[in-house]
Every structure is written in C-alpha cells, then in structure tokens.
C-alpha cells in the first residue's frame, strides 16, 4: 500500500463547477496535510494546510479531514481554468518528513 | 517573503561528470532543507533530508555517495550528483523549512523553482 494515494486523473470539470480531489494515507500517526498545486515545469506551491478533523475553507477553496478514515480532499469552488494543474496531497510523517502522493492532473473545460 | 532559489535552473552534463546543485533560503534561515526529485509525470521523491552542521539523513534506495549533500550554513543547502549517468536526468528540487516565525504551520516547507538535470 502507497503512504499517499491519489487518484491519477485526469479529473475533467466544467468551468464554474466544483472540483473535488481526494487523498488516502496510510500513517494513522501523521499530523499535517497540503495540497500543493503544481503548473507543469514548476516546482510545487502550497495552497492549503489542514490539522484538525473537519472542514477548512480559504477562498475558493476548502480542505476536508478525516483522521479516522484516514482521508483528506480538496473541494476547489467556481472552478476556472487558471486551476487546470496537477494537485498533489502530501502527509507529514514522523520525523518531520512530507510524504507526496502522485498527484492528481485536474482539467478544467471551459 | 519566504523565498527559496536553486541554482541553476537547468543544467546540461556529460555522462561521467558532477554536478553541483544550490538551494538557498533568501529571507529566512532554515535549519532543514529537503531535496527531492521528480521524472516526468511523476510525483516527488524525497532523497534525502539535509540538517545544517550534521549529516544529511537519505532515504531507502538513495546512494548517499552519489548524491552528495553539504548543508554548511542557515541559508545554503548543495547537492552534488557525483559521475552523473543518464538515469539521474531529472528534475530536482529542494525545500527549506523555516527555523521560526514564517511558516503558517509546523510542518510547511517553501519550495525552491527546481533545477533540470539533463546528462547525455
């Protein structure tokens, strides 16, 4: 079993919609949880952190999670096209250590 | 604020030659450094974790020798990939978690732009 599992994409949603991402991780002791948003070429950019069961909402965006389930996502609201990109899920482990999922490619149609 | 650069940002070698890599944190100090690397379509691999003024720590499968990492001072991380071979072509970027006071949480990590190794 994958530390981070991703669903690979590609996740295709019409602008305006909502685009909902989702991510499983297998360490029941890790603590923190990003979605980085990743432009192809790019390195990584941080969109949000989430620690707490429950939701938290930035913007258009919200995070979700489940600590007992084991399960974070990412809803992105009034989805536009600029949002077209790979998100990657990444768990911090012990030792301080993020782990990345594989990423899931999200296209969104105009 | 929170800005982390590589240099350089792409790099061409022949197979058998090294290959320095820096990572540098330009307005905060960063006690941990990460390098990581990523093949195309794929997710990033941490490599290793770089403390500064100790070893860095590699993970399962990393050549230490080969992927040499120096973390000599607060703001400088280098990475130096030793008799460089086609299969280490990747796209390389490290991390810089901030020592205090600029991280929103514990555990983020600012992200340098990478650096694209092609060895021929």
């Known amino acids: 079993q994958k530390e981070v599992e991703q669903n690979s ?3 295709s ?3 305006g919609a909502i685009a909902s991402l989702n991510c499983t ?7 923190s949880f990003f979605w980085y948003r990743q432009y192809s070429g790019k390195s990584p950019e941080l969109i949000m952190f ?25 809803l992105i609201r009034d989805s536009q096209p600029s ?5 990657l899920c990444a768990v911090n482990q012990r030792a301080s250590k993020i782990i990345f999922g594989s990423g899931t490619r999200l296209s969104i149609r105009p | 604020g929170a800005v982390v650069s590589q240099h ?10 090294s290959v320095k890599i820096e990572c540098r944190s330009l307005d905060f100090q960063a006690t941990t450094m990460f390098w990581y690397r990523q093949f195309p379509k794929q997710s990033l691999m941490l490599m290793a974790t770089s403390n500064e003024g100790s070893k860095a720590t590699y993970e399962q499968g990393v050549e230490k020798d080969k992927f040499l990492i120096n973390h000599a001072s607060l703001t400088l991380s280098t990475l130096t990939v030793t008799s460089a071979h086609p299969e280490d072509s990747s796209f390389y970027i490290c991390s810089a978690r901030p020592t205090s006071g600029r991280a929103k949480s514990y555990n983020e990590q600012f992200f340098g732009p990478g650096t694209r190794l092609t060895v021929l």
């Open chain 1, 50 to 74: 989430i620690y707490s069961n429950g939701d938290k909402e930035d913007g258009r965006f919200t995070a979700q999670l489940n600590k007992a389930s084991q399960y974070v996502s990412l």
């Open chain 1, 25 to 31: 991780y297998s360490d029941r002791g890790s603590q």
């Open chain 1, 9 to 11: 994409g590609p996740l």
């Open chain 1, 83 to 87: 949002d077209s990109a790979t998100y």
């Open chain 2, 8 to 17: 350089p940002s792409w790099v061409i070698c022949k197979s058998g030659t």
């Open chain 1, 13 to 15: 949603v019409p602008e």
